[in-house]
């Protein structure tokens, strides 16, 4: 633009210097200058603005980042910026990498997002307690109680394999599976706490990747997303569980054709449960998980079928020492009893994934046992004077119907679970199976329902329910009186 302007103002000028060849008169030369003077002034203005508004201009494209709400819908046909297509998650995403990062360095490879959670929750208790002859003294009772969660976190992308970020999140420090927090508790509109929900940084050698069969490596620490969650149920890990530790990841693809895939994921992890300089109480988790998954198309389906194995082995040395000598206010005992010996949890679950008439169906087992629990079931039955029915094991079956991922999609789910009191850490697992009450660990026997539905692509309506009674009713296990549970939570949720 300037190279241009500058060889316009040399023709105009040599054009300007024409008139004083024929001037008749050394007055009409100096007018003519004067006027070629000003000329010059006005054009050499013109370019100043011209090269400010191109500055300007080229500095609003890297600052104007899309909005997500208004890029949902395309601007009418001929309207500038309009599109053919709604934004994606991905787009956005890359928007704020490539223009963000391109006008705030330090902001280049970040990511930000969180979600909204608004939940009702019903409780109906019915108690056997009071029927003729029993000794309870619990009653039937009915509670309700709105929630919300509120999580919101940032990752960075450092380049060259490195990553990092954090997360917060609604939620209380004494509790390991709830991210909730229950309005009016505490109460007269006191402010809800704030918690570290994820701190933490992987790396991924680059060098790693794609090499033969090994396709990728991942070394994550601090405290992270549970590395084992993806290939098991609520049977051994609440999902709001955040391990604390390192942990270790490997992806081979064995077989990758037109027709079939073969790859097995290996997963470690050192977790840190109780760290304590006074006694020695201290206790972690060291978990192993590997996994087989087969995709296929030779049963001559048009969506491939995806048949997974998994096996998960978690060894908790030191745990029934740690709970017993806690003198927190919250017990982590839980549900568990102070029988138990050891825990040495071996999970086994194994699942289906086909489609019909292109809708996602899913079919799943799992069966866990405590193998390090030594104490035999029947010696533990005469000693307590009660019928303790396979204390150590527990399994489930359940089905799922549908992937929600966009706006209309929707999902429904069941699942069918029976949890000995000593077969998993009572700590970690499914929080809301259960009571009586609030309280949901072990000793548990029942149902499971979901319903979730897509509103928008950020925005979901879902339904849980669950019918619920001790699997082995004892005074010596905790909150396992002759209680049965139904409890309902409707939720509302927004990503953002």
Do not use: C
């Not at 609520?234 to 081979?252: C, F, K, R, S, T």
């Not at 307590?384 to 527990?394: K, M, P, R, V």
């Not at 549908?402 to 929080?431: C, H, M, R, T």
């Amino acid at each position: 633009m300037k190279k241009a302007a500058g060889l316009g103002i040399g023709i105009v000028s040599a054009l300007l210097w024409l008139p004083p060849v024929f001037a008749d008169s050394s007055g009409d030369i100096l007018a003519v200058l004067d006027g070629m003077k000003q000329q010059m002034a006005r054009m050499q203005q013109t370019i100043d603005q011209q090269n400010l508004r191109i500055q300007q201009l080229e500095s609003k494209k890297v600052l104007e980042v899309p909005q997500p709400n208004a890029a949902m819908q395309p601007l009418p046909t001929g309207q500038a910026g309009g599109t053919a297509q709604n934004m994606t998650e991905n787009d956005w995403q890359k928007g704020i990498k490539d223009n963000i990062g391109e006008a705030i360095p330090w902001l280049k490879g970040a990511k930000f997002g969180g979600d909204l959670r608004l939940r009702m929750e019903n409780f109906e208790t019915y108690d056997k307690n009071n029927d003729a002859g029993s000794t309870g003294t619990a009653a039937d009772r009915t509670r309700n109680r709105f929630r919300v969660r509120l999580r919101w976190g940032f990752e960075k992308d450092f380049g060259d394999d490195w990553k990092a970020g954090f997360r917060l999140v609604t939620g209380i420090t004494t509790e390991p599976t709830a991210t909730n927090q229950t309005l009016g508790n505490p109460g007269y509109f006191n402010y809800k706490s704030i918690q570290i929900d994820k701190a933490y940084a992987t790396y991924e050698p680059g060098a790693l990747k794609d090499r033969g069969l090994l396709k990728s490596v991942r070394l994550g620490a601090g405290k992270f997303e549970n590395p084992f969650l993806r290939y098991s149920t609520p049977i051994v890990w609440d999902p709001d569980v955040m391990p604390e530790g390192v942990y270790e990841q490997a992806n081979l693809a064995f077989i990758s054709d037109g027709t079939n895939k073969l790859n097995f994921y290996a997963a470690t992890g050192q977790f840190i449960t109780n760290e304590n300089a006074a006694v020695s109480t201290d206790s972690e988790v060291y978990g192993y998980q590997a996994v087989l998954v087969w995709s296929t198309h030779v049963f001559g389906a048009d969506m491939p079928v995806d048949i997974t194995g998994a096996v998960s082995y978690y060894d908790y040395p030191g745990w029934s020492q740690t709970v017993v000598n806690n003198t927190a206010a919250t017990s982590y005992l839980r549900t568990n009893t102070i029988v138990a010996d050891n825990f040495r949890v071996l999970d086994v679950y194994p699942e289906i994934e086909f489609s019909v008439d292109r809708t996602p169906v899913t079919l799943w087992v799992d069966f866990a046992t405590n193998v390090g629990n030594t104490l035999s079931t029947e010696d533990t039955v005469q000693s307590l004077g009660n019928d303790i029915h396979d204390q150590d094991e527990a399994w489930g079956v359940g089905a799922r119907i549908g992937k929600p991922k966009k706006k209309g999609d929707w999902q429904l789910s069941y699942g069918y679970y029976e949890i000995g009191v000593n077969a998993v850490v009572a700590a970690f697992n499914d929080s809301d199976f259960g009571g009586p009450g609030t309280v949901g660990a072990t000793n548990r026997k029942g149902h499971k329902f979901g319903f979730f539905y897509q509103l928008t692509d950020s925005v979901a309506v879902s339904w849980t329910g669950f019918v619920v009674r001790p699997l082995n009713p004892s005074a010596v296990v905790a909150s396992s009186t002759h209680e049965s549970v139904f409890r309902s939570q409707v939720d509302l949720s927004y990503k953002f």
